[in-house]
Each structure stands twice: as C-alpha cells, then as structure tokens.
Antibody
Framework: EVQLVESGGGLVQPGGSLRLSCAAS????????MYWVRQVPGKGLVCVSRINGDGSSTTYADSVKGRFTISRDNAKNTLYLQMNSLRAEDTAVYYC??????????WGQGTLVTVSS | QSALTQPPSASGSPGQPVTISCTGTSSDVGGYNYVSWYQQHPGKAPKLMIYEVSKRPSGVPDRFSGSKSGNTASLTVSGLQAEDEADYYCSSYAGTNNLVVFGGGTKLTVL
C-alpha cells in the first residue's frame, strides 16, 4: 500500500525557515517524480514544486522560486521541502504527492504551515 | 501558468446528474489527454476520481465519468448521492517544463 506521511509543519515568523519532510513507503520511491502541492485554507490547490526520481531535475512555481528548495533522499525514501524567507502568503496546508503524467494518484495527509508574528 | 477555470459551485438533488466544467487552453487541457479530477471532503486530502480524461481508478463508483471537448473537460456525476457533496478540482498536464495546473475548485452541494 502506498503511503505518504508529511511532517515538519508549524508556526513560524515572517522571514523564518522551515523544512518539511514526506516519508514514502509501499512503492519504489526512486522511480517516481514527487511533488509538493499547497492549499491555502478555504482556497484551491497549487503545485509549488516537483523533483524527478534521481533528484537531478527540479521545477518551482514562480511564487516560491529562489526561496524554496525541493530535494529527496532515495536511501531514506524521503522527500523534503526547505522553505526560507517565509511570507504570510505561504500559510497553507502542504501536501506531498506522487504523480504520473500530471495525475496525482497518491497524496499525504498534509501538514499545516502558518507564517505569522 | 494560469489556473484552469471551474464554476465555483454546482448542485443537484439526490439521484440527479450534475456536470462540472473545467476550461483551459490549447497549452494544457486542449493539448493533452492528461486531465484529472479530484474530490476533497473538508479537512481531508484530495482523492483521485478520474485520470487521463475519462479513466476511473479502482474503487471509484461508475457514476463518476469524465470527458473532454477542445479546451474544456467535464466531470459528470450521475445519480447524485449525499456522500458526493464535496469540493472537486480538475488538473491538467501542461508540458514537460511546466508544473501541473489546477482549477479553482467547485463546491458540489447535494440538495
């Protein structure tokens, strides 16, 4: 059974940093592109970043480019999102997801990041 | 990439059909047969309901169906049930160098 479990969310001040983790199990982690998708409470879904299987290719939404860094450790079956220079508008539930051809077949339960002073 | 356009709300009575549209461009919805639909109940993660325009994952009731014409995709729920009340999001592949784009979501109410 595919499982994705996020952790690392919490309350952080504007300008601060946070690192999210996503522990994957039930599939060959290194074979899949992985994604971070966020959802502002009460709003829609937005894909913020993706990374290919061996970590050599990454893509970011314009809204987080230069501030967020996606990475993965295939030996630990874990996906990461390092978030720096956080802003109030980064407040959201962050989901990790496994997708193929743009289809997000598997999602974690999400972790809430709140940026506030 | 701009978000796909969905109506903010839709509704129907139990047993009736309802269709939700998702409009994009020739660079996303119209250019690829990789449109997906997700159901999200409050406080829960999204759940995949339709992929590759019209395919249903195992376990999704066959009252859910998808289609596409030009730059517009549609999700139809035939025979609405109370548990279908949720938010629905469409998404589309948008090319090798672009992140997947999502629609803004449609709140489906079962009257």
């Amino acid at each position: 059974e595919v499982q994705l479990v996020e952790s690392g969310g919490g309350l952080v001040q504007p300008g601060g940093s946070l690192r999210l983790s996503c522990a994957a199990s039930g599939f060959t982690f290194s074979s899949y592109w992985m994604y971070w998708v966020r959802q502002v409470p009460g709003k829609g879904l937005v894909c913020v970043s993706r990374i290919n299987g061996d970590g050599s290719s990454t893509t970011y939404a314009d809204s987080v480019k230069g501030r967020f860094t996606i990475s993965r450790d295939n030996a630990k079956n874990t996906l990461y999102l390092q978030m720096n220079s956080l802003r109030a508008e980064d407040t959201a539930v962050y989901y990790c997801a496994r997708a193929t051809n743009g289809c997000y077949g598997y999602w974690g339960q999400g972790t809430l990041v709140t940026v506030s002073s | 990439q701009s978000a796909l356009t969905q109506p903010p709300s839709a509704s129907g009575s139990p047993g009736q059909p309802v269709t939700i549209s998702c409009t994009g461009t020739s660079s996303d919805v119209g250019g690829y047969n990789y449109v997906s639909w997700y159901q999200q109940h409050p406080g829960k993660a999204p759940k995949l309901m339709i992929y590759e325009v019209s395919k249903r994952p195992s376990g999704v009731p066959d009252r859910f169906s998808g289609s596409k014409s030009g730059n517009t995709a549609s999700l139809t729920v035939s025979g609405l049930q109370a548990e279908d009340e949720a938010d629905y999001y469409c998404s589309s592949y948008a090319g090798t160098n672009n992140l997947v784009v999502f629609g803004g979501g449609t709140k489906l109410t079962v009257l």
